[in-house]
């Protein structure tokens, strides 16, 4: 695979061909990866995967026009091709004012942080595969597990680089390690799935094969023989792996593109105390290791932690720079770059800070409530905030646990449903997005 400077003197080359082609301006993105996984099944060999690819992309203004074009051919030959074809189709394409490069003074400077992003250690695949064995034969070791999907290793490398026409150079490169397993429990019309996973950028923090398999064991067992849950509002308590699901819905509400085509549930509302006053959700692009973590932004933008919520209140949109020109606004180094295309908007590693009650002590005193461990459909309307998901987890009476629930129907208004969170103090930050437990006072179930 190449390392960053391949990949940054690619981009260089092709920014000279699409200068010689008659662009104005212009940036390139190249990127490359190798991943190689192994899978194992009821203690046998099941999958060994071994992936490589590389690319490069090419965004060519000629004015105001542009076009994107993309292409795993490196030859000399072939970006003069792709530098030329560009040119002509962003010649031909409709005028956006708020199209282009980012202006010199905004471009980030070197030396970008170091954000630990890159282990040295490289596991084989004997290892790969003695790891995926010991996480499923933990889950499978669980009493009341009866069948196993399997368990799985995996390994990947990454490098991304990007340079722009008015002097923009970076690159950085990455790596993760991931275990997983997911097994059935029960037999017949009772059986119940679930699973565990962890990814983490550094092999030693990786849990413990064993314990990412005994945890899967165990929550598929606790899911056998679930009840029906009765209708009617009551407060609703999200752990933390569905948790996050909320804050993405709050992501996509900021992001300026959303506010710029008025689509928003959140238009308008910058001022207004729409969170209880001490929760605070951050957003911080350079947690070292983090999963998100990146010293510049797609578009050669510099990264800094920011607060999303603080009093109550937004600070403000997340934008790229197209959005943040639409808005008259300064941009906030949230533009990300896929294969070919313009840079859309993405937060990095969020996350909802801790309360101060632990998870126990938050749902003491709910007489009849229901703990949500899995969602399932996407029904949710951004532009009224509008939300209803099927939902399955477990009872909550007299401030306990009563055992699982399933085949219900949680539902609510994002907006009310901001308005009423409780966090608890069990945060942890090995997710993208990471929350504690959450409990919404006041969510409509719908059940038998």
Known sequence: MIDATIAQDRCAQLLGAAKRHGATSADAVASASSSESVSVRLGKLEDVERSESEEISLRVFVGRRSASISTSDFSAA????????????????????????????????????????????EPGPSSLRAMAEETEDAARAVAGVTNSEGGSASFGRSVAALVTSNGFVGAYGATSHSLSASVIAGEGGNMQRDYAYRTMRFAQDLPPPAEIGARAGARAVARLNPDGLRSGPMPVVFDPRVGASLIGHLLGAISGTAIARRSSFLLGRLEEELFPQGLRIIDNPHRPRGLRSRPFDGEGLPTAPRTLVEGGRLTGWLTNLSAARQLGIDPTGHGARGGSGAPGISATNVHLEAGTVSRAELI????????????????????????SRGASGFRIVGGELAGPVSEFTIAGNLLAMMAALTAADDLETHRAINVPTLRIEGMVVAGD
């Open 78 to 121: 072939a970006f003069e091709e792709l530098a030329e074809r560009a040119a002509a189709m962003a010649g031909a394409a409709p005028e956006d004012p708020y199209a282009g490069i980012a202006e010199p003074e905004l471009l980030a400077r070197a030396p970008f942080p170091d954000l630990e992003l890159e282990d040295a250690s």
């Open 364 to 387: 003491a005193d709910i007489g009849d409530g229901v703990l949500v461990t899995e969602l399932s459909g996407q029904g949710v309307n951004p532009v009224t905030g509008d939300y």
